[in-house]
């Protein structure tokens, strides 16, 4: 049969920006890019493949085991030769409600894991995680995460130093690039200022503005240092100037410009008596009164990589005019993440800007699109979630913990917390084979509980680790509204293409699961989809205040969208308290930035002390681990799709060496090891293993390889590797950045790499696992 009807087209969103998608005969045909956004993101070309996929989910479906067994821990879930049961929505939604209620009654609600890392969808109201934490809200709460995996150790840290609002400030409001185009001198950036990741925000955004400020700065004069193992990690129109530093050693360069500041005296002693505490403690450690071990520019070129001299020069070039420091997370992304933060700060406020236009510090910049693109104070329209009334949590990345080791302690943050007992893990949204690190030791704690949940798309690797898989629609596949934090405009999501087989959006699941444990009236609030659009948005038009004429919901809907009032263009970090700090302090228990944290230090964590510190991180060339491992792997984030969302399409696929993901190596690197261009390889360590198509560049520091994030995790030939797409999460640790913070550790590892011989096992990551039956 072939397609004979019109092509139509629907404006939508996703967190890759605004685009149109083109539809014959309810099919995605194609998209195009949005004429109004200025930068659009090539990732769009991944939707065409990801909306028809294989992979799709069609129907409900239970694992054979857990339906013929019953719930309990099983060490072969997530094994490829699983199979499943395809059911009815009545019988697996009663099967499931009775699940819930056996659990909570049994072992209480502290028994139920709500997983829901989020990503799922762009829309306000289908917002995966909102509506799994607001349905479980009403049958008794749910153990909770905590933090993000982006940048959980700036989560963190940051309050202790600078102040809750500061530290939302540092994370969410940063200065324009229109900012630092008319005020910045020079911008040295840890971590780089990558572009594809400015393609991303969380809800999307109506035009990506972030590579056209760099650009525009960059023309009106600003200088830019990229302090980075790779040399992309800023864009060439930039002209930076590059310091292919070691991974790892960040806070090593940024002690060693704090001491030549002081050796050269170009410390700005004002402003540290005026605006900090802590001072003579960062000093004495910096000038090695405290260990012994001044932090030279020597002493960091032997970590580093980046000759003393470079260094030496770098700080008094900061010292001579308006500079920003910026940390981005991907630092912070390793052992020890708190201290580049914490440095970079230090630094900032020894050259004396924190608080004027285009100077101080940052940390974001080139991490995000929606960084430096405004702020939207008054808050964008959300689905309630209601109150938990558990009051259990964990640090997002400490999911494998927390199923390992039930009864175990913990520190986090000041407290002493133990991992409860979960028996349900129930996840829509997300894909923690994606995001979590040591995915062995995931799939051994994934056998763990009783059951586990699934909302999804398509047959993900969390999916085919699941005893209930309930298919959910895509964005194009229902109705909602979008936007991000400082976005232009409110915009309408309309139904591109009917639901694919019998899936149902989440609202729909959880109604049909609210009915039958009787909390139907307290979840849906007597409303369907359209009516809590119409409530959500009238709100929200309430809230923006009478002097704002804003159109009611049928205009709304009908033009397709609205320009978002209110929106605030911040020019600088800080300026309130810096012009006075009485009138203005911080919510530091001094109200000021803490160089020295009696807090921190009263913790008593050895691997987060009172003040900045290099603590040598254990995945770092020279350590005992290299002698082994003496390949630095940096895990970085994809440029062809979010995360790993849409994999399998066009742009994603585009990229693959031999349908794996590639990986990046110096020539010196591959030459030594009997590797060429486009040959399979192999990464390991004692972690797991994974399969790699190499690539060749000098633009990757000698000593490193980069391989990103999101490729599909697939464990289906464990004799050649524990992945054979190359998920670089099937070698990196599964350990929190400190006991502080708990943050996400999968930026940097230590690895080998030898060439693979002989003929590669094929890529399984997307074949369905096997469905039988079908229960009517």
Avoid at 305 to 327: D, F, H, K, S, Y
């Amino acid at each position: 049969m072939t397609n004979t009807g019109p092509v139509e087209a629907y404006p939508t969103s996703a967190h890759w920006g605004t685009f149109e998608v083109l539809v014959r005969d309810g099919r995605v045909v194609g998209v195009r890019p949005d004429p109004a956004d200025p930068a659009p993101s090539p990732l769009i070309d991944n939707v065409p493949d990801a909306q028809h996929h294989p992979t799709r989910i069609d129907r409900p479906a239970v694992r054979r085991r857990w339906l013929e067994h019953g719930p309990g821990p099983d060490a072969q879930r997530g094994e490829r030769d699983d199979e499943y049961v395809a059911l009815d929505w009545d019988t697996a939604l009663d099967l499931l409600a009775a699940e819930l209620d056996r659990v909570r009654r049994t072992y209480g609600n502290e028994a139920i894991f709500g997983g829901s890392y989020g990503w799922a969808s762009a829309g306000r109201f289908h917002h995966a995680q909102s509506q799994l934490h607001r349905f479980l809200n009403t049958i008794g709460g749910y153990t909770r995460s905590v933090a993000t995996y982006s940048h959980g150790a700036a989560e963190v840290f940051l309050p202790h130093v600078v102040g809750a609002e500061g530290a939302h400030a540092l994370l969410y409001r940063a200065p324009t690039w229109e900012t630092i185009a008319e005020h910045t001198d020079l911008l040295v950036s840890f971590g780089g200022l990558r572009v594809s990741n400015t393609w991303v925000a969380s809800g999307g955004r109506a035009a990506h503005t972030a590579e056209g400020g760099m650009r525009e700065a960059a023309r009106r004069g600003t200088e830019f240092v990229s302090i980075s193992p790779l040399r992309d990690d800023a864009a060439a129109e930039l002209n930076a100037r590059w310091l292919p530093a070691v991974p790892g050693t960040d806070t090593a360069i940024l002690l060693s410009l704090i001491f030549t500041l002081i050796a050269e005296d170009r410390v700005d002693t004002a402003f540290l008596e005026r605006y900090t505490v802590g001072w003579p403690h960062l000093r004495d450690y910096v000038l090695g009164k405290r260990d012994g071990v001044a932090k030279t520019p020597e002493w960091a070129a032997a970590l580093s990589g980046i000759p003393a001299a470079e260094l030496r020069e770098l700080a008094l070039r900061m010292a001579q005019g308006r500079t920003l420091i910026n940390v981005g997370w991907s630092v912070q992304r390793a052992r020890y993440g708190e201290q580049p933060l914490w440095a970079g700060l230090a630094l900032a406020a020894c050259l004396g800007q924190i608080g004027l236009p285009g100077g101080g510090f940052a940390t974001g910049y080139g991490s995000m699109g929606s960084y430096g693109g405004g702020f939207t104070p008054r808050a964008l329209p959300r689905l309630p979630q209601g109150r938990n009334p558990v009051d259990t949590l964990i640090p997002v990345a400490r999911i494998a913990d927390m199923l390992l080791c039930p009864g175990e302690p913990f520190d986090f943050n000041g407290q002493r917390l133990r991992y409860p007992e979960i028996h349900l893990v129930y996840w829509a949204g997300g894909n923690p084979f994606h995001h979590h690190q040591d995915l062995a030791r995931l799939r051994r704690a994934f056998a763990r509980p009783d059951t586990v949940v699934v909302h999804e798309t398509h047959w993900t690797a969390t999916a085919r680790h699941a005893d209930v898989v309930l298919p959910v629609t895509t964005s194009l596949e229902r109705e909602d509204f979008a936007a991000s934090r400082g976005d232009l405009r409110l915009r309408v999501m309309r139904r591109a293409v009917p639901p694919h087989g019998a899936a149902r959006d989440e609202y729909a699941i959880f109604t049909g699961l609210a009915e039958r444990l009787g909390t139907v009236e307290e979840f849906t609030e007597g409303r369907d989809v359209r009516q809590w659009l119409r409530h959500l948005y009238e709100e929200w038009r309430e809230r923006q205040g009478p002097e704002v004429e804003l159109p009611d919901f049928d205009r709304f809907w009908a033009d397709g969208g609205v320009d978002i009032p209110h929106r605030v263009m911040d020019t600088t970090f800080f300026g309130a308290f810096r012009a006075d700090p009485q009138a203005h302090p911080l919510g530091t228990p001094s109200g000021r930035i803490e160089l020295y944290s009696e807090t921190i230090a009263g913790f008593g964590y050895p691997d987060c002390p009172g003040h900045p510190t290099w603590l040598d991180p254990p995945e770092r060339p020279g350590t005992p681990r290299a002698q082994q491992w003496p390949l630095v792997l940096v895990a970085n984030q994809p440029k062809d799709r979010l995360h790993s969302q849409q994999d399998m399409g066009a742009h994603s696929r585009a990229g693959k060496i031999a349908d794996r993901a590639p990986v990046r190596l110096h020539p010196d690197d591959a030459a030594a090891r009997g590797i060429t261009d486009g040959d399979v390889v192999r990464l390991f360590n004692d972690r797991g293993s994974c399969l790699a198509g190499a690539v060749l560049d000098d633009g990757v520091r000698p000593g490193v390889v980069q391989l990103s994030t999101g490729a599909w995790f697939d464990p289906s030939s464990p004799d050649t590797a524990t992945c054979v797409h190359g998920n670089p999460n099937a070698v990196t640790i599964d350990v929190g950045a400190s006991r502080l913070s708990q943050g996400c550790t999968g930026q940097v590892t230590l690895v080998e790499v030898e060439r693979f011989d002989g003929a590669p096992p094929p890529v399984r990551a997307f074949v369905p696992p096997r469905i039988v039956g079908h229960t009517h």
